[in-house]
C-alpha cells in the first residue's frame, strides 16, 4: 500500500529518519515540501500512529490521468473506504 506522509518540518531530516526506521525502509519519494510518500508492504497494526514527527498519514487510493480520473473514481468502492465524510486532495 502506497501512503503520503506530511511530516513536521521542525527538524531537517529526522521526521523521515523515523518513518524509514520504524517501517525498515531504505527508499521514498519526496513529494513536495512537508510531504513523502513510500510503499509500504503491511501495516495492520497501524504503526503510523507511532509517529511522533508525522503530522498526517494518507492512503494512496489509485493513480490518474485527467483524463481518465472520472472512470477511476466510478469503480472503487467508496463504502468500503470512508464511514462519514471524506476530502479529495490534488496535487499537480
Do not use: C
Amino acid at each position: 500500500m502506497q501512503y503520503i506522509f506530511h511530516i513536521s518540518r521542525e527538524h531537517q531530516t529526522l521526521p523521515i529518519e523515523e518513518i524509514l526506521s520504524l517501517y525498515d525502509i531504505k527508499k521514498y519519494k519526496d513529494f513536495s515540501e512537508g510531504f513523502i510518500s513510500l510503499t509500504v508492504r503491511n501495516d495492520t497494526q497501524l504503526i503510523y500512529k507511532k509517529l511522533a514527527y508525522t503530522n498526517e498519514v494518507y492512503k494512496i487510493l489509485f493513480f490518474s490521468t485527467e483524463k481518465n480520473i472520472i472512470n477511476k473514481i466510478k469503480h472503487i468502492n467508496w463504502e468500503r473506504i470512508y464511514k462519514k465524510s471524506f476530502a479529495v486532495r490534488v496535487i499537480s
